[in-house]
């Protein structure tokens, strides 16, 4: 029931994620949220109480996990950010280690090394993904401005090409007809 509720939260989120990206959400729904996931957090600790030795100590980690992957992922939606996503999978990141490491703890010797070895080499890997995650987006958002005064330049060049070719029809007129003519294509391609 309970990473019931936490799955419908990020299945929801994951929904929602194209509007989101656009406008955030309400500070209602973030409230609301909050609220929820403290809530699940608090229920999910408490399945841990029966639990003994690394057992509970696992069991904990992933509530704690699950809560901090929970609020980063809300803050993702809230303020949908290029540092709030990253923030998000930073959060997933150090999660999986800490249960991965507690999981460890079950090992010894040489066993209890490569598992802990493993844990933080997964854990890397995946900050890194999400460092290349954070720069691919951040290098779209920087090539969309690009690509906006690109256009813009490109836009402008045109106009002031068709302006050219409007004044020589023009030179072809004279008199009141010839200023009109300009009058007009002053007008029409904005210019002063």
Known sequence: MKTFTLTAIAAAIALCAPAVALAGMPKSDYDAGKKTIEADYKAAKAGCEPLVGNAKDICQAEAKG????????????????????YDARLAKAEADYSVAKEKCDDKAGNDKDVCVKE??????????????????????????????????????????????????KCDALAGGAKDTCMGDAKARYGKS
């Open 66 to 85: 699950k809560e901090k992957v929970a609020l980063a992922e809300l803050g993702a939606a809230y303020k949908p950010t290029v540092k709030t996503r």
């Open 119 to 168: 844990a933080q080499a997964a854990q890397t890997a995946a900050k890194a993904d999400a460092k290349a995650n954070m720069k691919v987006a951040d290098a779209k958002q920087a090539a969309g401005k690009q690509i906006v005064e690109a256009r813009k330049d490109a836009a402008a060049d045109k106009r002031n090409a068709e302006y050219a070719v409007a004044k020589e």
